[in-house]
Every structure is written in C-alpha cells, then in structure tokens.
C-alpha cells in the first residue's frame, strides 16, 4: 500500500511541477477607458496565439479601437451573446499591414471555452480570422464549436483569457452604439507585451 501511495505521489509531484513550468505570454491592452491584461494560452491554441503575438509583436495594433459592442438590446442574431469586438477593421492602414488568414483552431480541439474574459478571433468563414478579435462578456458557450452562432458549427478561435480589467471590458460593453457600432469607437492606444 505505502508503494502505491509513494508513486501516486511521485505522479501527481511530476505533474504539478510540469504545469508550474507553462508560463504563458501576458498582453496589455492600453485603451482609453483604461487597460485589460490578457493571458494568451500559447501551449493550447498555438496557431491563434502565434498569430495575434505577431501583429502585437508588429506594432499593428496600434491606434485601433474597439469599434463594436454585442448586447441582448442589440443582437438581431437568433442566437444572441455579449461581446466587445476590436481591432483596426476601420483604420485605413491596416490593409497594407495585415497578415494573411490563419487554420481554425477548434475549442474542442484547444479547450479554450468561450466564458467571461476569453480572448478569441473574429471571422466569417472557417480560416478567415485575422486581425480582429472579441472578448467576451459572460459564459457564451454558442460560440464554442458546436455552438449555433454560426451556421458551420465550427465555433470561433479563443486563444486567452483577461487577467485583469473586466471593470474596463464591462464599461466597454456599455457604451453608447448605434446597432452594434460604439459611437464613438473606443481608442486602443497599443496592445504590448507584459512579459
């Protein structure tokens, strides 16, 4: 019996060491109503996270915004859900600084879920995502493959999750829109490394 609970132990001591050793990149997302630190889960989506560290990493989020707000009073879709959406899907420049579309990475694939403060890609159609990207109010499991957000099943890309600064994701999320366009749009000074 001892020998059975001194490798259980041994086991469960390798783990926990090997789980202390993941550490994740952190973000900052410097906004005008203040800043949201977000944990990006490289390990688990590593096509997503790879992709939004390089346009971090390129300085391309800078002078972005949010620009759209989702709320029950607002979403026409059947299946409706509570997200702040950004990017610089408005800025002129960002044709010239995009990078190209990247492989849906699948939440069943990532068990990334989309619940409150999850960081994920905005697309339209399965391996569109690029720049733009959503964070989440609440528990939204229809974005989540197999969900009925989309037509395809597939679900989004969630690749982190916020930190700290849901006071400022949620303050986001209730800014004056017209439909589900904030008005004003809601500046992102830059997105930068923490660490």
Do not use: W
């Not at 059975?4 to 993941?22: D, P, Q």
């Not at 005008?32 to 096509?47: F, S």
């Not at 950004?86 to 068990?111: C, L, S, W």
Request: proline fraction near 4%.
């Amino acid at each position: 019996m001892n020998l059975i609970r001194l490798i259980f132990l041994s086991i469960l001591f390798s783990i926990l060491i090997f789980c202390a050793g993941v550490t994740h990149p952190v973000i900052i997302i410097q906004t005008e109503l203040g800043e949201i630190e977000v944990e990006i889960y490289h390990d688990r989506a590593p096509v997503t996270s790879a992709n939004f560290l390089r346009y971090v990493d390129a300085g391309i989020f800078e002078n972005a915004s949010f620009y759209r707000t989702v709320t029950p009073d607002n979403d026409t879709n059947s299946v409706p859900i509570d997200v702040i959406q950004g990017g610089k899907r408005y800025n002129e420049d960002m044709r010239e600084k995009g990078f190209p579309a990247i492989k849906h990475e699948t939440t069943t694939v990532t068990k990334i879920l989309h619940t409150d403060g999850a960081i994920s890609m905005a697309r339209s159609d399965v391996g569109t995502a690029a720049s733009e990207f959503f964070i989440c109010i609440g528990n939204q499991p229809e974005l989540d493959r197999g969900g009925n957000r989309n037509t395809d099943g597939q679900g989004f890309s969630a690749f982190g999750y916020v930190i700290k600064g849901m006071d400022v994701v949620r303050n986001i999320h209730s800014q004056p829109a017209k439909g589900q366009r904030l008005t004003p749009r809601i500046g992102i000074i830059n997105i930068i490394r923490k660490n």
